[in-house]
């Protein structure tokens, strides 16, 4: 059986040097090796060859994390996202710690419909650094 296909994202790379990681639909254990891979990808310095815009798929062999220092500034964007789980929280939470420390910052962009609940409930929105963002999906993050 195919799951739904209730799930999206894509790796964004900035023009002045940053990331933004854009979620969709629902995050769950099923999904959190996928998640895993594009909050990697996210954080790594861009590669000779990659394209701004590209859309995160399966890993491949080029894929290995490289020697680089990485992004220093990544957004994770969760405005279309209608469902996440203790494991996105975690994932959410480790890739910060990475980020803060090699001296970067992980910004997570939550909308009216993004499901916030987890996280006031367990006080990972006291560990991470949260934006609130009015703006269309479509439009730029804040």
Not at 37 to 62: F, I, K, N, V, Y
Not at 67 to 92: E, I, Q
């Amino acid at each position: 059986m195919v799951p739904p296909n209730d799930f999206a994202l894509a790796v964004k790379r900035l023009g002045n040097g940053g990331t933004v990681l854009v979620l969709a639909g629902e995050l769950d254990l099923y999904r959190a090796p996928e998640i895993e891979h594009a909050l990697s990808r996210a954080t790594e310095a861009e590669r000779d060859g990659e394209r701004h815009g590209q859309t995160c798929g399966a890993p491949s062999a080029g894929d290995a994390p490289g020697s680089s220092k990485g992004v220093r500034r990544v957004a994770v964007d969760l405005r279309s996202v209608s469902f996440l789980d203790s494991t996105t929280l975690l994932l959410l939470l480790e890739a910060s710690q990475r980020q803060r420390a090699r001296g970067g910052e992980l910004l997570i962009l939550v909308g009216p419909q993004t499901p916030t609940t987890a996280f006031e409930v367990t006080g990972f929105d006291r560990l991470l650094t949260i934006r609130r963002v009015h703006a269309d999906v479509n439009g730029s993050p804040a």
